[in-house]
């Protein structure tokens, strides 16, 4: 089951991927009406894959509580957008640099992740011999259960979407790069209450 859910995500990860590159200057010239920034549309669609990736592996971690695991790759992801984005923008390569690195960061960390899920979990299992089950069957478990619990995120991250696109046709660049700064500085803020809240819970829920 593990390994169909990570097949899945990867797969859908890929196909959005390929879907937004192909048609990031559409999306730079049509909706955002900057034609200059359809290289920065097309090179971020990757983090989607990336993503995929890391958060497949880090639900793993979380599944199979690896919680240290978990905090590593974060970690891991964080240090490498930390150290390259700014030294792109400082040798030069100004919004590029920025977006690249933090495209990086997520390659790296998914990377990290996979092997990490490789070495400490998916070798266990195989060593077990565990039943299998096929890949349609466990899939439909796994949308069953999942669709309806992911319906509120869902609908979350659809209005930061729209809001993000909604300011990019109407407000400038300036405006934008203001308002990510201060929502940069809030989610830094939130992680340092929600990490010590969700690192203890698998520990807590068995006792």
């Given at each position: 089951?593990?390994?169909a859910?990570?097949v899945?995500?990867?797969?859908?990860?890929l196909i959005?991927?390929?879907?937004l590159v192909?048609?990031?200057?559409f999306?730079?010239s049509?909706?955002f009406q900057?034609?200059e920034?359809?290289?920065?549309?097309?090179i971020?669609?990757i983090t989607?894959?990336?993503g995929?990736i890391?958060?497949a592996s880090?639900?793993?971690?979380?599944?199979?509580?690896?919680?240290g695991l978990?905090?590593?790759t974060?970690?891991?992801?964080?240090i490498v957008?930390?150290?390259i984005?700014?030294?792109l923008?400082?040798i030069?390569y100004?919004?590029?640099?920025a977006?690249?690195g933090?495209?990086i960061s997520?390659l790296?960390?998914?990377?990290?992740?996979?092997?990490l899920f490789?070495?400490?979990i998916?070798k266990e299992?195989?060593s077990?011999?565990?039943?299998k089950s096929?890949?349609?069957?466990?899939?439909?478990k796994?949308l069953?259960?999942?669709?309806?619990?992911?319906?509120?995120?869902n609908i979350?991250?659809?209005?930061?979407?729209?809001y993000?696109?909604?300011?990019?046709i109407?407000c400038?660049?300036?405006?934008?790069g203001n308002?990510?700064s201060?929502l940069?500085?809030?989610?830094?803020?939130?992680v340092?209450?929600?990490?010590n809240?969700?690192?203890?819970?698998?520990?807590?829920l068995k006792?």
């Amino acid at each position: 089951m593990v390994v169909a859910g990570i097949v899945f995500e990867v797969a859908i990860g890929l196909i959005l991927t390929i879907i937004l590159v192909s048609i990031s200057s559409f999306i730079a010239s049509a909706l955002f009406q900057r034609p200059e920034s359809s290289s920065l549309i097309a090179i971020f669609p990757i983090t989607i894959f990336a993503g995929a990736i890391l958060t497949a592996s880090q639900s793993s971690f979380v599944g199979f509580e690896r919680m240290g695991l978990n905090s590593l790759t974060s970690v891991c992801q964080a240090i490498v957008k930390s150290v390259i984005s700014p030294v792109l923008v400082f040798i030069g390569y100004n919004s590029l640099g920025a977006v690249s690195g933090y495209t990086i960061s997520f390659l790296a960390a998914g990377l990290i992740g996979l092997i990490l899920f490789y070495l400490t979990i998916y070798k266990e299992l195989k060593s077990k011999n565990q039943p299998k089950s096929s890949l349609s069957e466990t899939l439909g478990k796994m949308l069953r259960y999942g669709v309806p619990l992911s319906i509120s995120s869902n609908i979350t991250g659809f209005l930061v979407q729209f809001y993000a696109f909604i300011m990019a046709i109407y407000c400038d660049d300036a405006l934008i790069g203001n308002f990510q700064s201060s929502l940069t500085i809030r989610n830094n803020t939130d992680v340092l209450h929600i990490s010590n809240i969700n690192s203890p819970v698998p520990n807590l829920l068995k006792d």
